[in-house]
């Protein structure tokens, strides 16, 4: 995915699913409303899987491009080229300006940290070089819990991408067989009924599976 349609997704998702909109409405008038409601449903779930895949994404890149300023302000702390840390905030500043989530929850506890280490310092007269360095080392100590996490859960989301392809492997089996179960789904009551109750349910289980995901996710960066 490019850059400009992941910006796109990341800050107007709702704009992405206006875009979608024709294509359900054709759907609504060629196939009927339960077929409209299903793509409808599918096209939104995607839309906020994406959205949240790359969200992931952009924060781990802030995250990593902080703890990068950190590290070039120790350095210039180190070598006496900056003595007070003035170059800290000149380049958080430039890492939240190319950010594309300033306002995740663990782009926020960093810039917190950082801040924290600053206002310690300048109170208590504790070197900033060796708050600063303990920030680097639980941003990092973060950002391994988060891996571990990624990898702890990643049967979890495997399941759920699953879950979301199997009511079209089901259609396509069936149609394999000889068996039409397109109009039965779509045109009868009893069909109508079970499609759009089998819709909500898997559309709800994803939701539910990954916000326990993101909640692991979100812990691991306190």
């Known amino acids: 995915m490019s850059a400009r ?3 796109i997704v990341l800050r107007h998702p709702f704009a992405v699913l206006v875009a979608l909109v024709p294509l359900v409405a054709v759907l609504l008038l060629r196939f009927g409303p339960v077929a409209g409601f299903a793509v409808a449903v599918y096209l939104a779930m995607t839309v906020w899987i994406v959205r949240r895949l790359v969200v992931r994404d952009a924060v781990k890149d802030t995250v990593t491009a902080l703890v990068d300023a ?3 302000t ?19 500043q430039r890492v939240l300006a190319a950010s594309a989530t300033p306002s995740a929850p663990a782009v926020r506890a960093a810039t917190l940290r950082l801040d924290s280490a600053r206002r310690v310092s300048e109170y208590l007269g504790t070197p900033l070089v060796d708050l600063l360095e303990r920030v680097e080392a639980d941003l ?7 891996q571990s996490a990624d990898v702890q859960t990643s049967a979890a989301h495997a399941s759920a991408y699953m ?3 199997m009511p079209a492997a089901g259609l396509f089996g069936a149609v394999a067989m000889g068996i039409d179960p397109v109009d039965q789904l779509l045109h009868t009551p009893l069909g109508a009924a079970c499609t759009v109750l089998a819709v909500t349910l898997q559309s709800a289980g994803l939701f539910v599976t ?11 960066w306190r």
């Open 5 to 7: 349609l992941r910006g």
């Open 163 to 165: 879950l979301m392809a």
């Open 70 to 72: 950190i590290e070039s």
């Open 74 to 92: 120790v350095g210039d702390l180190r070598a006496g080229i900056t003595p007070d840390g003035a170059g800290l905030a000149v380049r958080v």
């Open 140 to 146: 990092k100590a973060a950002q391994a819990l988060r």
């Open 210 to 220: 990954f916000r326990m995901v993101d909640f692991l996710s979100r812990e691991a």
